[in-house]
Protein backbone atom coordinates (compact mmCIF):
# COMPACT_ATOMS: atom_id res chain seq x y z
CA UNK A 1 0.00 0.00 0.00
CA UNK A 2 1.12 3.70 -0.97
CA UNK A 3 -0.17 6.99 0.47
CA UNK A 4 0.01 9.80 -2.01
CA UNK A 5 -1.70 13.09 -2.77
CA UNK A 6 -4.68 12.67 -3.84
CA UNK A 7 -5.85 14.30 -7.25
CA UNK A 8 -8.89 15.23 -9.12
CA UNK A 9 -7.99 12.26 -11.68
CA UNK A 10 -8.44 10.22 -8.37
CA UNK A 11 -12.18 11.83 -8.16
CA UNK A 12 -14.20 8.39 -9.77
CA UNK A 13 -12.85 6.18 -7.46
CA UNK A 14 -13.06 8.47 -4.65
CA UNK A 15 -16.44 9.04 -5.42
CA UNK A 16 -17.56 5.05 -5.21
CA UNK A 17 -15.80 4.84 -1.88
CA UNK A 18 -17.89 8.22 -1.07
CA UNK A 19 -20.91 6.35 -1.98
CA UNK A 20 -20.13 3.25 0.43
CA UNK A 21 -19.62 5.34 2.92
CA UNK A 22 -23.56 6.95 2.60
CA UNK A 23 -24.71 3.57 3.88
CA UNK A 24 -22.10 2.54 6.66
CA UNK A 25 -21.13 6.42 8.40
CA UNK A 26 -21.25 9.30 7.01
CA UNK A 27 -23.96 12.29 7.79
CA UNK A 28 -24.29 13.17 3.70
CA UNK A 29 -26.98 11.96 2.00
CA UNK A 30 -26.20 12.22 -1.75
CA UNK A 31 -22.15 12.69 -2.58
CA UNK A 32 -20.46 16.38 -3.80
CA UNK A 33 -19.65 16.98 -7.19
CA UNK A 34 -15.85 17.12 -7.57
CA UNK A 35 -16.48 21.02 -7.76
CA UNK A 36 -18.21 21.50 -4.34
CA UNK A 37 -15.80 18.76 -2.93
CA UNK A 38 -12.86 20.76 -4.13
CA UNK A 39 -14.15 24.29 -2.52
CA UNK A 40 -14.79 22.64 0.26
CA UNK A 41 -11.99 20.79 1.68
CA UNK A 42 -8.24 22.32 2.17
CA UNK A 43 -5.65 22.15 -0.94
CA UNK A 44 -3.67 20.11 1.43
CA UNK A 45 -3.30 17.85 2.73
CA UNK A 46 -5.36 15.03 0.28
CA UNK A 47 -4.59 11.96 0.39
CA UNK A 48 -5.32 8.52 -0.79
CA UNK A 49 -4.43 5.09 -0.44
CA UNK A 50 -3.59 2.50 -3.19
CA UNK A 51 -2.72 -1.15 -3.34
CA UNK A 52 -1.69 -2.22 -6.65
CA UNK A 53 -2.93 1.09 -8.00
CA UNK A 54 -6.32 1.03 -6.88
CA UNK A 55 -7.63 3.66 -4.49
CA UNK A 56 -8.56 1.78 -1.47
CA UNK A 57 -9.01 4.44 1.02
CA UNK A 58 -9.19 8.70 1.23
CA UNK A 59 -8.69 11.26 3.80
CA UNK A 60 -8.47 15.17 3.95
CA UNK A 61 -9.31 18.20 5.58
CA UNK A 62 -12.03 20.90 5.89
CA UNK A 63 -11.68 23.96 7.05
CA UNK A 64 -13.45 24.61 10.60
CA UNK A 65 -14.38 28.30 9.69
CA UNK A 66 -13.17 31.19 7.43
CA UNK A 67 -12.23 33.09 10.67
CA UNK A 68 -9.10 34.15 10.58
CA UNK A 69 -8.32 32.98 14.21
CA UNK A 70 -9.51 29.45 13.53
CA UNK A 71 -6.86 29.09 10.22
CA UNK A 72 -5.17 26.29 12.50
CA UNK A 73 -8.41 24.08 12.83
CA UNK A 74 -9.55 21.84 10.57
CA UNK A 75 -12.09 19.05 10.29
CA UNK A 76 -11.06 15.35 8.81
CA UNK A 77 -12.83 13.27 5.90
CA UNK A 78 -11.80 9.66 6.38
CA UNK A 79 -13.31 6.83 4.17
CA UNK A 80 -11.85 3.19 3.45
CA UNK A 81 -13.17 0.91 0.99
CA UNK A 82 -15.41 -1.53 2.13
CA UNK A 83 -12.99 -3.91 0.62
CA UNK A 84 -10.00 -3.01 2.34
CA UNK A 85 -11.56 -2.35 5.81
CA UNK A 86 -9.68 -4.22 9.35
CA UNK A 87 -6.66 -4.14 7.20
CA UNK A 88 -4.58 -0.97 8.78
CA UNK A 89 -5.62 1.02 5.75
CA UNK A 90 -7.38 3.69 7.90
CA UNK A 91 -4.77 3.76 10.12
CA UNK A 92 -1.48 5.06 7.90
CA UNK A 93 -4.19 7.13 6.41
CA UNK A 94 -4.86 9.43 9.65
CA UNK A 95 -1.08 9.21 10.61
CA UNK A 96 0.15 10.54 7.74
CA UNK A 97 -2.41 12.79 7.63
CA UNK A 98 -2.17 13.91 11.06
CA UNK A 99 2.04 14.49 9.92
CA UNK A 100 1.06 16.37 6.78
CA UNK A 101 -1.39 18.60 9.20
CA UNK A 102 1.34 19.78 11.63
CA UNK A 103 3.51 20.42 9.00
CA UNK A 104 1.14 22.37 7.57
CA UNK A 105 0.85 24.31 10.59
CA UNK A 106 -3.08 23.09 11.88
CA UNK A 107 -3.05 22.81 15.07
CA UNK A 108 -6.63 21.16 15.50
CA UNK A 109 -7.73 18.59 13.42
CA UNK A 110 -11.63 17.54 15.07
CA UNK A 111 -13.80 14.64 13.69
CA UNK A 112 -17.30 15.03 14.16
CA UNK A 113 -18.09 10.86 14.14
CA UNK A 114 -21.74 9.58 14.09
CA UNK A 115 -22.21 7.76 17.45
CA UNK A 116 -22.96 4.25 16.10
CA UNK A 117 -19.74 4.43 14.27
CA UNK A 118 -17.45 2.08 16.90
CA UNK A 119 -15.07 1.84 14.18
CA UNK A 120 -14.50 5.18 13.35
CA UNK A 121 -14.36 6.47 17.40
CA UNK A 122 -11.79 3.53 17.55
CA UNK A 123 -9.56 5.00 14.68
CA UNK A 124 -9.82 7.85 15.96
CA UNK A 125 -8.90 7.21 19.35
CA UNK A 126 -5.90 4.74 18.09
CA UNK A 127 -4.44 7.97 16.30
CA UNK A 128 -4.28 10.05 19.47
CA UNK A 129 -7.90 11.76 19.31
CA UNK A 130 -9.32 12.72 22.67
CA UNK A 131 -12.83 12.46 23.03
CA UNK A 132 -14.36 15.81 23.84
CA UNK A 133 -18.11 15.17 24.08
CA UNK A 134 -21.41 13.92 22.89
CA UNK A 135 -23.89 16.44 21.28
CA UNK A 136 -27.36 14.39 21.61
CA UNK A 137 -29.48 14.13 18.70
CA UNK A 138 -27.41 16.50 16.67
CA UNK A 139 -27.36 15.13 13.11
CA UNK A 140 -30.56 14.04 11.26
CA UNK A 141 -30.44 11.73 8.28
CA UNK A 142 -33.60 10.09 6.60
CA UNK A 143 -35.69 10.90 9.22
CA UNK A 144 -33.57 9.43 12.18
CA UNK A 145 -31.53 11.47 14.91
CA UNK A 146 -27.84 10.47 15.73
CA UNK A 147 -25.85 11.68 18.51
CA UNK A 148 -22.71 12.80 17.55
CA UNK A 149 -19.02 12.34 19.16
CA UNK A 150 -16.21 14.96 19.31
CA UNK A 151 -13.18 14.29 19.01
CA UNK A 152 -10.01 16.26 18.58
CA UNK A 153 -6.27 15.79 18.25
CA UNK A 154 -4.12 18.90 19.06
CA UNK A 155 -0.95 18.73 17.40
CA UNK A 156 2.62 18.57 19.45
CA UNK A 157 4.75 20.71 17.16
CA UNK A 158 2.41 24.04 16.11
CA UNK A 159 2.74 25.72 19.59
Not at 35 to 64: C, F, K, M, S, T
Not at 94 to 118: G, V
Not at 123 to 140: D, I, M, P, Q, T
Not at 148 to 155: A, I, N, P, Q
Request: proline share 4%.
Amino acid sequence: MTIEALLPADWPAVLEIYEEGIDTGTFEELVPSWEEWDQGHLIWPRLVARENERVIGWAALAPYSDRFCYRGVAEVSIYIARSARGRGVGGALLERLCAEADAARIWTIQASILAANEASIALHAGCGFRHVGVREKLARKRGEWSDVVLMERRSPSVY
